[in-house]
C-alpha cells in the first residue's frame, strides 16, 4: 500500500514538472519566434479595428473662444427650434437644461455638443455656431446646427439644419472663412438644402462606422439667409493627395445620360 502512494506522488511530481516544462518551452518559442508573435498581434488588430473619431473636428479646442458679446451666452440653457425630420409631440421646439433635454417616449433627447465661433455676417463681430447631437439611444450621431448673431444684445437665430448619420452626411466640420460659413460633410456631394442635409447620390455605398469621402461646401449670407456657393467639393479620406470631384452627383447623372444616348 506504502508503495503505492509512492507511486502515485512521484507520477503527480512528474506531471506537474511536465506541466512546467511545457510553459518554459512556449515561453521560449514566443521569444525566439518574434515574427509569429507579431502575426498574432496583426490578426487580433484586423479582428477588432479601432474606429475612427468622428467627433475630433467638432470637439477640437480651434474657434471655439471669440472677444464678441455672444461668446458670454449660455447656449447650454435655450429653447432650440427641432428642424423638419425631429420634431416629436412635444413641439417644434426644445429646452435644454444645463446642456442636456431627457429622452423619453414622445420626445427626443438632444445633449450639447460644442459652439464655435466666426464671422459670417460681414458686421465684424463673431456669429455663435451651436452643435447639439440628438440622443439615439445607439451608436448613431445625428446632429443639429444652429447659427446665432447678436442683436439687442441678445442671440437672434439666423439659420439652423440638421445633418445625418456619421457616412451618411454626418456632420465632420463647421467654420468661417473669408465671411463665409464652410460646412463638411461626411459622404460624397452630401451638402446642406433648407434646414435638411441632402441624400446620398448613386454609388456612395460606405460603412457608417467608416466614411471613405467628405463633401466641403461655402455659404454666404446675404442679409436673409445662407446661400450656397460654387461648387460642391468632394475629397477622399483614404487618399489624401486625390483631387476633389465637383458636383459629383452632376457628373454621375451626365455620365448616365451618355451611356442611355449610346443605346
Known sequence: MKNIKNFLLLLGFSILFSACEASEVEKVQEVSNPASANANKQI???QTPKLPNL?????????????????????KNYVYPLPRGWQDVGGKEAVLENGVRRISEDRIGLSYAATKFGDVTGDGEDEAFVILKIETAGSAIPQLVYIFTMKSEEPHLIWYFRTGD???????DLRSSDGELIVELFGQDR?????????????DEQQLCCPTFFTRTRYKFN???????????TFSIEDKFASAVNNKNDVLIEEQKKVKSKK
Open 166 to 172: 456619421r457616412a451618411a452626411g454626418g456632420l465632420k
Open 223 to 233: 442679409g436673409n439667409n445662407f446661400q450656397l456657393q460654387g461648387k460642391r467639393e
Open 55 to 75: 467627433q475630433s473636428e467638432i470637439l477640437d479646442e480651434k474657434n471655439k473662444t471669440t472677444d464678441s458679446l455672444i461668446g458670454k451666452f449660455d447656449f
Open 44 to 46: 487580433e488588430n484586423l
Open 191 to 203: 451638402y446642406i438644402l433648407g434646414e435638411v442635409e441632402t441624400s446620398k447620390i448613386t454609388g
